[in-house]
């Protein structure tokens, strides 16, 4: 079966998506500080390793019969600043729920029974829960459709690494135990891991 991208539907194209780039890592990211706004994003990536840089899709919200800039798009463009936390899965139902069209007054965060710690370099605090904290500075935003689909790209400017997922000079990535977004209200865990033997000149 081949399918025509333009033949697809409104809101087509977001389903196919989500349906063929998968698992896909999440941005739990926490933005502002009066209150700190906490919401999930599975469309994210690093885009440069020199400096160390993040990229990642925040669409607009529905709401009744139009469209707004979600919370977190609105405090990283106005503070420029924003962390990008790492859930392990143990912490996968207070993420789904962090995804809920709380109000922008509400903290998601204390909502949740999160704890709020401070950032070293940025002023919006991480969670002291998560394995892994990267504090970002916006470098820029583009938008790419009119009906959502802003690319944040931020700088790291630090991590954060919990003690027992620390390595000495890495990321243990099997002590991380992160969790990935599939289609839909649908999530998995890390499963088996398979270690080949490197590749000459890879």
């Not at 780039?21 to 700190?36: E, H, K, N, Q, Y």
């Not at 935003?141 to 400017?157: H, K, L, N």
């Not at 991590?159 to 991380?176: A, E, F, L, M, T």
């Amino acid at each position: 079966m081949y399918i025509d991208a333009t033949d697809l539907p409104r809101g087509g194209g977001y389903r196919m998506l989500v349906g063929s780039v998968m698992p896909r890592p999440i941005a739990w990211i926490t933005s502002g500080t009066d209150p700190v706004n906490l919401a999930p994003f599975s469309a994210f990536t690093w885009v440069s390793v020199d400096p160390p840089m993040l990229g990642v899709t925040i669409q607009q919200r529905a709401v009744g019969g139009s469209r707004r800039d979600k919370d977190t798009l609105h405090n990283i463009r106005t503070t420029g600043e924003y962390v990008v936390n790492i859930a392990d899965d143990m912490m996968l139902e207070q993420v789904h729920a962090s995804s809920e069209g709380f109000t922008a007054d509400v903290g998601e965060a204390e909502h949740l029974g999160l704890t709020l710690a401070p950032s070293v370099s940025v002023a919006v605090p991480r969670l002291a829960e998560v394995p892994v904290a990267m504090e970002c500075r916006l470098d820029r935003i583009m938008r790419f459709s009119a009906v959502g689909g802003s690319f944040v790209v931020g700088t790291v400017v630090g991590w954060h690494v919990r003690d027992d997922v620390w390595g000495g000079d890495r990321i243990q990535y099997d002590r991380v135990h992160p969790i990935g977004r599939l289609a839909g209200p649908r999530y998995t865990r890390v499963g088996e891991i398979i270690e080949l033997p490197p590749v000459p000149g890879g």
